[in-house]
């Protein structure tokens, strides 16, 4: 993989976290609950620290592993992609965001899977990492709000 090669896989995922910021975003001004609101700017404001991110790691043009796997319990997997509307629940809100994780967990695994060049998989397979990890917290979110305990 040569520099330029890796800037143009760099700059994909770089806006890819911005397009997920400006849904975050836009999420945020269509729900009416202010706890969400609030919650989806924070989203937002985490896909843009991961944009700031990969913008640093395409200066460096380093190839390294910076995302360690979480483990994938496949708790997105087990439910639909809710709707975006005015009055969601929470638990809707997190399934929203699980969903979308697991979108880019799984766009980037297959373009690991599909790449020859070795330092080009070992990209795609950190940022799958990465994904996976945001997806993980999701599900931890969801699984709080979405089954909570009965005392």
């Given at each position: 993989?040569?520099?330029?090669?890796?800037?143009?896989?760099?700059?994909?995922?770089?806006?890819?976290?911005?397009?997920?910021?400006?849904?975050?975003?836009?999420?945020?001004?269509?729900?009416?609950?202010?706890?969400?609101?609030?919650?989806?700017?924070?989203?937002?404001?985490?896909?843009?620290?991961?944009?700031?991110?990969?913008?640093?790691?395409?200066?460096?043009?380093?190839?390294?592993?910076?995302?360690?796997?979480?483990?994938?319990?496949?708790?997105?997997?087990?439910?639909?992609?809710?709707?975006?509307?005015?009055?969601?629940?929470?638990?809707?809100?997190f399934a929203l965001a699980m969903k979308?994780?697991?979108?880019a967990m799984t766009m980037y695994k297959?373009?690991?899977?599909?790449?020859?060049?070795?330092?080009?998989?070992?990209?795609?397979?950190?940022?799958?990492?990465?994904?996976?990890?945001?997806?993980?917290?999701?599900?931890?979110?969801?699984?709080?709000?979405?089954?909570?305990?009965?005392?």
């Open positions: 993989m040569n520099s330029a090669e890796y800037k143009d896989i760099m700059q994909y995922a770089i806006n890819l976290e911005m397009e997920a910021e400006i849904f975050y975003t836009k999420v945020s001004e269509k729900v009416n609950d202010p706890y969400l609101k609030e919650m989806f700017l924070k989203f937002s404001m985490e896909e843009k620290a991961h944009r700031e991110i990969l913008t640093r790691l395409m200066v460096k043009e380093e190839t390294g592993q910076y995302f360690q796997p979480a483990h994938d319990y496949g708790i997105s997997q087990t439910i639909e992609r809710p709707r975006i509307k005015e009055d969601m629940t929470l638990a809707d809100a979308n994780e697991e979108y297959k373009m690991a899977d599909d790449c020859s060049d070795s330092s080009l998989k070992k990209v795609f397979e950190d940022f799958a990492a990465m994904e996976q990890g945001h997806k993980q917290n999701m599900e931890n979110f969801y699984t709080d709000v979405a089954y909570p305990e009965k005392w």
